[in-house]
């Protein structure tokens, strides 16, 4: 009897397969996650390295000005924000054992007006693993990135090479789908190269207002404000909570609310005016699924997947958007 693709079998033979294909992604994370990083950084530098071949710069000394590009805002990267991490890592006990002090005034205040919270669910957060030794993990894991970047680099050229031969395979495809994939590619990549720069000002000026108070580490705040701005919705908050909580261990809750509404201000100012104007209408996923898929890539890749949510949900979308069977998953994804 042959397997029909309207029985429950089928569904589950589907779901079966989808599961087993997810797990090996995790469990090769460790590869994918580079190369992924890899093909976003070809993405952002594919328009510099085709505007050097117009010029008629040679392919060979395009790539080596492009290797050098890369190696020096790696190298940037990590002499600005390596020593801040390590030292960070280290103090970890001392702001928790301050916060922890923190909050006890704070629940012993309340007490004072008869106020009732659950003190020991509260106090209990610092004593295993507190929101400090969290984000100092977090940060670590993303310093462990570094460690991939020759390998990034190298298949960054290698994808910058075949991309000049890329237009002239596909002209001798009649696939629909190829041409439809490039097409959203464009989106894919005007969306990257347009959140780069609004994510740098989100950076710079976290950076600068961070100084001006006096807040410790302002150069790694202002560099996790600007990665975490990548990550729709919810990262521009996420990205406040390690500089306000350094800003109420270092100074006084009067200095983190000051902090907090810097952060607001910012993000209201850049997120919510400036961002809509240039993006336009964004690239047509639903603002759920924007949510989701930072939960879903986030589990399966890890920060990296969080980073990379909204391009790898429209290059799902894409492929999905390609098959007739499943064109309607694609249209739920949509807005």
Same mark, same amino acid.
């Given at each position: 009897?042959?397997?029909?693709?309207?029985?429950?079998?089928?569904?589950?033979?589907?779901?079966?397969?989808?599961?087993?294909?997810?797990?090996?992604?995790?469990?090769?994370?460790?590869?994918?996650?580079?190369?992924?990083?890899?093909?976003?950084?070809?993405?952002?530098?594919?328009?510099?390295?085709?505007?050097?071949?117009?010029?008629?710069?040679?392919?060979?000394?395009?790539?080596?000005?492009?290797?050098?590009?890369?190696?020096?805002?790696?190298?940037?990267?990590?002499?600005?924000?390596?020593?801040?991490?390590?030292?960070?890592?280290?103090?970890?006990?001392?702001?928790?054992?301050?916060?922890?002090?923190?909050?006890?005034?704070?629940?012993?205040?309340?007490?004072?007006?008869?106020?009732?919270?659950?003190?020991?669910?509260?106090?209990?957060?610092?004593?295993?693993?507190?929101?400090?030794?969290?984000?100092?993990?977090?940060?670590?894991? +993303?310093?462990?990135?570094?460690? /991939?970047?020759?390998? #990034? %680099?190298?298949? &960054?050229?290698?994808? =910058? $090479?075949?991309?000049? *031969?890329?237009?002239?395979?596909?002209?001798?495809?009649?696939?629909?789908?190829?041409?439809?994939?490039?097409?959203?590619?464009?989106?894919?990549?005007?969306?990257?190269?347009?959140?780069?720069?609004?994510?740098?000002?989100?950076?710079?000026?976290?950076?600068?207002?961070?100084?001006?108070?006096?807040?410790?580490?302002?150069?790694?705040?202002?560099?996790?404000?600007? +990665?975490?701005?990548?990550?729709? /919705?919810?990262?521009? #908050? %996420?990205?406040? &909570?390690?500089?306000? =909580? $350094?800003?109420?261990? *270092?100074?006084?809750?009067?200095?983190?609310?000051?902090?907090?509404?810097?952060?607001?201000?910012?993000?209201?100012?850049?997120?919510?005016?400036?961002?809509?104007?240039?993006?336009?209408?964004?690239?047509?996923?639903?603002?759920?699924?924007?949510?989701?898929?930072?939960?879903?890539?986030?589990?399966?890749?890890?920060?990296?997947?969080?980073?990379?949510?909204?391009? +790898?949900?429209?290059?799902?979308?894409?492929?999905?958007?390609?098959?007739?069977?499943?064109?309607?998953?694609?249209?739920?994804?949509?807005?």
């Amino acid at each position: 009897m042959s397997l029909s693709k309207h029985t429950v079998g089928y569904g589950v033979m589907v779901m079966a397969a989808v599961v087993i294909v997810l797990a090996g992604i995790k469990a090769a994370s460790v590869i994918i996650v580079p190369f992924l990083l890899a093909f976003f950084l070809a993405i952002i530098l594919a328009p510099l390295f085709l505007w050097l071949k117009k010029k008629k710069v040679p392919q060979g000394i395009a790539l080596l000005l492009i290797v050098i590009l890369l190696f020096a805002s790696i190298s940037t990267l990590v002499i600005l924000i390596g020593t801040s991490v390590q030292d960070f890592t280290q103090n970890v006990p001392t702001y928790e054992a301050k916060l922890r002090t923190d909050f006890q005034n704070l629940l012993a205040l309340l007490d004072n007006y008869n106020i009732k919270v659950p003190k020991e669910d509260i106090l209990s957060i610092f004593a295993t693993n507190s929101v400090m030794e969290y984000i100092a993990k977090t940060l670590k894991s +993303l310093g462990g990135l570094m460690t /991939n970047s020759f390998m #990034i %680099i190298i298949t &960054v050229l290698f994808m =910058l $090479m075949e991309i000049s *031969q890329f237009s002239r395979k596909l002209e001798r495809t009649n696939s629909n789908s190829l041409h439809s994939f490039i097409k959203v590619s464009d989106n894919i990549k005007h969306f990257i190269l347009l959140k780069s720069m609004t994510s740098a000002a989100t950076g710079i000026f976290v950076t600068v207002a961070l100084k001006v108070l006096g807040v410790d580490y302002a150069i790694l705040w202002g560099v996790v404000a600007f +990665l975490l701005n990548f990550i729709p /919705n919810i990262g521009s #908050i %996420i990205a406040a &909570v390690p500089a306000v =909580l $350094m800003a109420l261990v *270092q100074f006084d809750p009067g200095t983190a609310l000051a902090v907090t509404g810097i952060y607001v201000a910012i993000n209201i100012t850049i997120g919510s005016i400036i961002e809509p104007r240039i993006m336009g209408e964004g690239l047509g996923i639903s603002t759920l699924v924007v949510f989701l898929s930072l939960i879903f890539w986030g589990w399966l890749l890890g920060p990296v997947g969080m980073l990379l949510s909204v391009p +790898l949900t429209i290059m799902l979308k894409i492929a999905l958007d390609a098959k007739e069977d499943t064109k309607w998953i694609a249209t739920l994804l949509g807005n």
